[in-house]
């Protein structure tokens, strides 16, 4: 009997990801995860500036967002994404009491993760 695993990844083959994380390590992580599920990477971006306009300029699924990028608050690329209809998740260390109160509804990714819970957040994210 397979895996429930491998169909599940298969949900996500081709889904464009923007990746906003300003430390590399993370970021080499969560890239390598999302590839290995089949998806998309756009970035990553490690700067405010970078992932506005990959925010407002690519075609996107969805993004996972560091919710602190070098000391700067990633909220105005959040609120870019909703304007658009872009679901996104926030990746923290500070789990959901970090996220400012009118992001509150949105998926947390708590740092650090595994590639399971990954997966499971962003299929959510996009059901």
Known sequence: MSSPAPAASRTLAGV???????????SLLLEDMLLEMGCEVVGPA?????????AANEQ??????????????????????????VPFVFSTGYGSAGIDEPFRDRPVLQKPFAQNELERILRSALA
């Open 60 to 85: 996107l699924d969805i993004a996972v967002l560091d919710v602190n990028l070098a000391g700067q608050p990633i909220y105005p690329v959040a609120e870019a994404l909703a304007a658009r209809g």
């Open 16 to 26: 464009r990801v923007l990746v906003v994380e300003d430390e590399v390590a993370i």
């Open 46 to 54: 490690g700067r405010l500036s970078a992932a506005a306009e990959l």
